[in-house]
């Protein structure tokens, strides 16, 4: 099992900056991909942001070159900073793991609210 805990979200003008955090805890060795996922009514869930164990990255295409996605595997921590906000990146943004040793699971975050006012 493996807990995740998101933070960091909040309100900020369009241009600002957030950087959210995710921590991982429990069976955290079993730990490969971590993610940043966000959703906004009445739409699907969609990937922004994807780190390997090893360190390589994708994003969506929304987000290439504002966001960068990192992670501290010491720590079990994986962080998604956001700069030149838009409007159109408000949603609740949802940190995922996916762990695998024999069998593969999948774990997400309760989700932290991001707003960007025009």
């Known amino acids: 099992q493996v807990q995740v805990v998101e933070s960091g979200g909040g309100l900020v003008q369009a241009g600002g900056s957030l950087r959210l955090s995710c921590a991982a805890s429990?069976?955290?060795?079993?730990?490969?991909?971590m993610a940043w996922y966000r959703q906004t009514p009445g739409m699907q869930r969609e990937l922004v942001a994807l780190?390997?164990?090893?360190?390589?990255?994708n994003y969506a295409d929304s987000v290439k070159g504002r966001f960068t996605i990192s992670r501290d595997n010491a720590k079990n921590t994986v962080y998604l900073q956001m700069n030149s906000l838009k409007p159109e990146d408000t949603a609740v943004y949802y940190c995922?793991?996916?762990?695998?040793?024999?069998?593969?699971?999948?774990?997400w975050g309760q989700g932290t609210q991001v707003t960007v006012s025009s």
């Open positions: 995922y793991v996916y762990t695998k040793l024999a069998f593969a699971y999948e774990y």
């Open positions: 429990g069976s955290v060795s079993s730990i490969n991909d």
């Open positions: 780190i390997t164990r090893g360190g390589s990255t």
